[in-house]
């Protein structure tokens, strides 16, 4: 794997980052409104304040108490005031200051003239200037005019005058540019800080359980992971306990594994070997009995490399599946023909009718040998295997019965397990590899067939399992037209 050559950002990095950008989005946005933006607004709220005052005079134009109205929104709203007719003639006027004002400054004839202009252009106008009175500081401020000409319900004439002064923004400008200034210092040393603590807090399980996680790779399947932190950090711990739970028991079945096959070799391979030597050193027990222990002990080597083989194959699962329908009845009775030479022992196989299954043939005649040498190699005084095939619910059972010795009931689910045997010290003739009813289960489990085994010690053990029924070829699945 090629190595990048940067180093990537560390957890407490990353997060400064992203507060960092964080903080300079929000500075942007404040300086954009508070600063680039502040005087259209400014100019926007103060234009409506203008124009919702005007209506407001507008309505109370028949009003006995017009004139004490106007006074009162002028003093509420700072908003100069001036009512007049079409012939310039006030009715109404009021500043909000004693400062000098357009309103107060018109004649009448102007004001006659500014009605006559405004109710030709469509009844309203609305113009910003510069004040034409100059400060005591020798500035001039900006104001808002705004005329409005209305017909009152009793066909009065009437205009309506407002001036505001716009107030110069520069000073706020500057005091929130101070504003904005210490806000960004005080935002940028909080994210550092909290940058800080959410990485700790986030970092450290990570580096306990980065640690944990080299001890496993080493090869300490006993290591376990400390479950704090946040919940992703915690599910992380669990599946790493989860993955070294279950590498320490296939190291476990390994180890067992290695012990059980180099003892189960090393046996065969010193009966050999004692043999041949014996046979070349003695010429008197180069016999046909003592040739035939060879080739007994080979055959046993060929048998159990032959198990271990399949067993690998089956567990890795590279041998697929190959299902056909197939006459199970006829296939075990083929089985039951090749014992025909054990003359000693009998195979009772109980049936009704023939029956057919969609299964892999060969793997299925694995498991009935696999049952039936058991029963062999266990069987009792009487040394009769029964077999048994009933129907029900669409399926098959095949059964297996000996009258041996039995299993007892705590080891039940051990010996479906590789290389479990229940007696250990039994006697080598019926010694087995132990991977039998593994390669049993396994057969069974890729079938999606159930199997079990009942048994009573000192009385025999039935084992069996199931298969689901398939039409047989016979059976046509088509209705005939009568
Ligand atoms: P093995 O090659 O040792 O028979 P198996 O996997 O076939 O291995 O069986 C595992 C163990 O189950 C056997 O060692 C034996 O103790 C027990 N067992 C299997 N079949 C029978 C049986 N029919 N009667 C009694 N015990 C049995």
Redesign the pocket.
């Known amino acids: 794997m090629k190595k990048s050559r940067r180093r990537p950002l560390g957890i407490w990095a990353q997060i400064l980052v992203g507060f960092g950008i964080f903080i300079v989005v929000v500075w942007a946005l404040l300086w954009l409104f508070q600063i680039v933006l502040l005087e259209p607004f400014y100019r926007t709220v103060k234009t409506a304040e203008v124009k919702s005052t005007a209506e407001a005079v507008e309505h109370r134009l028949e009003d006995e108490s017009l004139d004490e109205e106007v006074r009162q929104l002028c003093y509420n709203t700072g908003i100069n005031i001036l009512v007049t007719d079409e012939l310039g003639r006030t009715y109404s006027g009021w500043r909000a200051s004693q400062k000098e004002s357009l309103l107060n400054n018109m004649t009448r004839l102007s004001l006659a003239e500014l009605f006559n202009d405004v109710n030709l252009d469509g009844g309203q106008r609305l113009a910003v200037y510069r004040s034409p009175f100059v400060n005591q500081d020798g500035s001039q401020n900006q104001v808002i005019l705004y005329v409005r000409i209305s017909r009152t319900p009793s066909g009065l004439n009437r205009m309506v005058l407002l001036e505001s002064e716009i107030t110069p923004v520069d000073s706020i400008r500057e005091t929130l540019l101070v504003q904005v200034g210490v806000l960004t210092v005080v935002m940028a040393l909080l994210g550092t800080g909290l940058a800080l603590l959410i990485a700790r807090k986030i970092s450290r399980p990570i580096a306990a359980i980065n640690e944990g996680a080299k001890e496993l790779a080493r090869g300490d399947y006993a290591i376990r992971f400390g479950e704090h932190g946040a919940r992703e950090v915690r599910e992380l711990a669990q599946t790493l306990n989860y993955a070294a739970g279950e590498l320490s028991k296939v190291e476990g079945l390994r180890r067992d594994l290695l012990a059980n096959v180099s003892h189960d070799l090393r046996t065969p391979l010193t009966m050999i070997k004692g043999y041949g030597e014996v046979m070349r050193d003695l010429p008197g027990e180069n016999t046909p009995e003592n040739v035939q222990i060879i080739i007994d002990e080979a055959e046993r080597l060929t048998s159990l490399v032959n198990d271990l083989l399949d067993l690998s194959k089956l567990e890795s699962g590279v041998v697929p599946l190959e299902k056909a329908s197939f006459n199970l009845t006829e296939s075990i009775r083929l089985i039951l023909h090749r014992y025909d030479k054990l003359a000693d022992y009998s195979f009772p196989f109980a049936y009704e009718e023939d029956v057919w299954v969609n299964a892999d043939e060969l793997k299925i005649s694995q498991v009935v040998y ?1 049952l039936v040498n ?2 062999i ?3 009792g005084a009487d040394k009769t295997i029964t077999l048994r095939q009933t129907l029900r619910e669409g399926k098959v059972r095949v059964s297996v019965t ?1 009258t ?4 007892p009931p705590d ?1 039940l689910q051990d ?2 397990e590789r290389y ?4 250990k010290e ?1 006697k080598r003739a019926q ?8 390669i ?1 289960k396994n057969i069974l489990d890729m079938h999606g067939g159930a199997y079990g085994v009942e ?1 009573q010690l000192g009385q ?2 039935t ?1 069996w399992f199931e298969l689901p029924l398939s039409p047989s070829p016979g059976e046509d699945s088509l209705t005939p037209v009568k």
Do not use: C, P, Q, R
């Open positions: 696999n058991n029963a190699t266990y069987s000996d041996g010795e039995g299993i080891k010996i479906w479990y045997k229940v007696d039994h010694m087995g590899s132990g991977l039998g009813l593994s049993v048994s025999g053990s084992f």
